[in-house]
């Protein structure tokens, strides 16, 4: 089944998407691909919703009610770097492969280039996340680097791979 198939839907992270976000977080399918500590509470999330800080965009993606992804995007705060943020995605381990991270990705990117005004979005992604890596050479993302002994998973230091995005603007070079 493709992402056709089904109703997905975009909403902006909020106190109702507590309990979702810890579950997908939770998922060790998950947990193993990001930066995330397994066993969060949602007490962790709660503190980071809180954060009112208009240079962060969190969204949830959701099927019937139930968030399935996550992304997060953010600018900078430095001046010399607000032409920069960061992103981080989680894709429940069921929908994987189904088009939710180029949902994501999609409005995310949006946001970054009409709202935020990005030149630069820089991520971090496991060296052997391939699915992710294509999604995200797909979108413009290249390799910049490879961060050795980046993280810990599983017991062992794994690499990660340092890619970004550069948005072409009149005027640039």
Do not use: C
Not at 3 to 11: A, H, K, Y
Not at 25 to 47: A, E, G, I, S
Not at 60 to 86: D, F, K, M, P
Not at 94 to 105: D, N, R, S, V
């Amino acid at each position: 089944m493709s992402l056709s198939d089904f109703v997905i839907t975009l909403e902006r992270f909020n106190e109702t998407h507590l309990d979702g976000i810890t579950a997908l977080y939770n998922d060790p399918v998950v947990t193993r691909q990001v930066l995330q500590m397994p066993f969060q509470t949602v007490d962790v999330w709660r503190k980071r919703l809180a954060s009112d800080n208009e240079r962060v965009v969190q969204l949830v993606a959701l099927h019937q009610g139930t968030v399935i992804g996550n992304l997060g995007l953010e600018q900078y705060s430095r001046i010399r770097r607000s032409h920069a943020g960061s992103l981080g995605m989680g894709v429940a381990s069921a929908w994987q492969g189904k088009g939710i991270g180029t949902k994501l990705l999609t409005a995310a990117l949006d946001i970054a280039d009409n709202w935020m005004n990005l030149r630069r979005v820089e991520l971090s992604v496991y060296s052997d996340n391939e699915a992710a890596i294509g999604l995200y050479r797909k979108f413009g993302f290249e390799t910049e680097g490879s961060l050795r002994d980046y993280a810990v998973r599983d017991g062992v230091y794994v690499d990660a791979l340092s890619m970004a995005r550069l948005r072409h603007m009149p005027g640039t070079h």
